[in-house]
């Protein structure tokens, strides 16, 4: 990026045009020490504002991500650091060397606020990105794959926008002092996101000074990670539809296949036993868990295994009342095969485990007393966890 102020700017730098200098003499050295201190305190001066400018991005951006439904790993915000800017400000021109890249770096470094939006997954980018350019004034999008080819660079993807805020939004008195201020966003993925800082951290360099060996394998590694990125989407892709397709078969009660889930549990007992709103996304997965180490694995099979019993009926000659859809659940699992489940259940084995026994036995003899049949079942055989092998 070279400078875009014109010489008039660079000749002010400098001292004034060398044409009207006494004796038309050259200009000394330029002193870029100097020139980066200078800079340095005017951005210090600023910095609360674009501390400010940096946060309120990241609150619109944050709000309309939310109301949008659209699901991101976070979001920071942050104002360039005084040193950086130095640093930044302190660079020659690619041009001519003897000259600064910024003659007037508080007006033309654009990244002094920064907000950057991690995604889990590819296609969400793309989500992000329309509420981006819907929200704010875009004056510049740089798609840093594109770029990192261009300059034939090693790097990895990522979009980043300059942006201001849109007119209608700076006539609130709350934003009105971030009229005509640029901010940066960055987004990404998770794994970009880790590219980019191990990037940062080693600082990449040209192609051709880094070694055939060593490009080869950030190259490698470059491609590993986009492969990564898309077997990720493509699972979530591939979930989703799995998701969908067995809560529409339980809607239709084929059962056959349908592996048991928290969704898929919830959507059958709300069939079976009634909706119970109370009970929490945790309690269903924690339940699933249950029935798996009792040995039901697919609906069908517990669907098989409930009928005939009347949980209504149960729930009352155990407990007296009727209690929710799944310690109904749970109550006719253990009046039909009695002590053996708690032999099968997870607390069996724990430390101190006796009152849990204790307290099955005193509810199966509350069924017995009560004129309910307890036992005559057999669970289903334990399942081994196909992901150990």
């Known amino acids: 990026m070279t400078s875009d102020v014109p010489q008039t700017a660079v000749n002010d730098v400098l001292g004034g045009d060398p044409a009207e200098r006494p004796g038309g003499s050259a200009p000394e050295e330029f002193d870029f020490a100097a020139h980066a201190a ?10 609360p504002l674009y501390e400010e400018f940096s946060d309120s991005v990241k609150k619109i951006l944050s709000t309309c991500l939310a109301d949008s439904e ?6 920071t915000s942050r104002a360039k650091a005084p040193e950086g800017f130095a640093k930044k400000a302190a ?48 004056t510049e999008r740089v798609d840093k794959s594109q770029l990192l080819e261009r300059e034939r ?11 201001q805020l849109r007119k209608n939004r700076c006539e609130l008195p709350e934003y009105a002092k971030y009229a005509g201020l640029t901010a940066e966003i960055q987004v990404r993925t998770i794994l970009q996101h880790a590219w ?36 990720f989407q493509a699972i979530e892709k591939e979930d989703r539809r799995l998701r969908e397709t067995n809560l529409a078969s339980v809607a239709q009660n084929k059962l056959v296949g349908v592996e048991l889930t928290a969704d898929t549990l919830r959507a059958y007992l709300d069939k079976r036993l009634g909706e119970d709103k109370r009970m929490s996304s945790y309690s ?10 009792l040995g039901f694995d697919q609906l069908d099979t517990l669907d098989e295994f409930l009928s005939g019993f009347d949980s209504y009926e149960i729930s009352r000659a155990v ?29 069996a084995d724990t430390y101190g485990s006796g009152w849990f026994r204790d307290r099955v036995d005193q509810l199966l003899e509350r069924a017995r007393g009560n004129g309910i049949e307890v036992g005559g079942k057999s669970l289903p055989p334990r399942i081994e966890d196909d992901a150990t092998g």
Not at 38 to 47: D, F
Not at 319 to 347: C, F
């Open 284 to 293: 269903y997965s924690w339940t699933v868990g249950l029935l798996k180490d």
């Open 196 to 231: 980019a800082e191990i990037e940062h951290d080693i600082q990449y360099k040209a192609i051709y000074e880094i070694p055939t060996q060593t490009r080869r394998r950030f190259m490698a590694l470059a491609g590993l990670l986009e492969i990564a990125d898309r077997e």
């Open 70 to 75: 659209i699901a991101v790993h976070s979001i």
């Open 91 to 138: 660079k020659a021109s690619s041009e001519d060397p003897a000259l600064p890249r910024y003659t007037d770096p508080l007006r033309q470094i654009k990244d002094l606020a920064g907000v950057r939006v991690i995604t889990y997954f590819l296609t969400t980018i793309k989500d992000v990105e329309q509420v981006v350019e819907r929200e704010f004034e875009i």
């Open 38 to 47: 200078r800079a340095k305190a005017q951005y210090e001066s600023q910095l």
């Open 319 to 347: 407990h007296g009342t009727s209690k929710g859809q799944l310690t109904r659940l749970e109550d006719v699992i253990m009046v039909a095969v009695g002590t053996e489940y708690a032999n099968r259940h997870p607390w």
């Open 153 to 163: 660079r090693l790097g990895y993807q990522s979009v980043h926008y300059l942006v």
